[in-house]
Nanobody, 115 residues
Framework: QVQLVESGGGLVQPGGSLRLSCVAS????????MGWYRQSPGKQRELVAY???????NYADSVKGRFTISRDNAKNTVWLQMNSLRPEDTAVYYC?????????WGQGTQVTVSS
């Protein structure tokens, strides 16, 4: 059984920063992808960023230059450093793990950007 546990969400003012963390536990093979998605009310869940086990990254255009994803393969942990946050970044952020064709999700953590 694979579990993802997220932490680090909260309330921040525009222009501020937050760092999200996600730890994966359980049994899964190597060669996987970890990342973050987000969903705001009335909108579909969207990709924010992911990083492969080899270190390749991909970002949504809306967060490029502001967010940085990183991981520690030995600890099965992924982080999302979010800088220059905007009100439109407000959403529930979900950690995601892709192993071959299997998708695993965290419970979500709320990020609210507001003055």
């Amino acid at each position: 059984q694979v579990q993802l546990v997220e932490s680090g969400g909260g309330l921040v003012q525009p222009g501020g920063s937050l760092r999200l963390s996600c730890v994966a536990s359980g049994s899964f093979v190597s060669g996987y992808r970890m990342g973050w998605y987000r969903q705001s009310p009335g909108k579909q869940r969207e990709l924010v960023a992911y990083v492969t086990s080899g270190g390749s990254t991909n970002y949504a255009d809306s967060v490029k230059g502001r967010f940085t994803i990183s991981r520690d393969n030995a600890k099965n942990t992924v982080w999302l450093q979010m800088n220059s946050l905007r009100p439109e970044d407000t959403a529930v952020y979900y950690c995601h793990l892709l192993v071959v064709i299997n998708n695993y999700w965290g419970q979500g953590t709320q990020v609210t950007v507001s003055s």
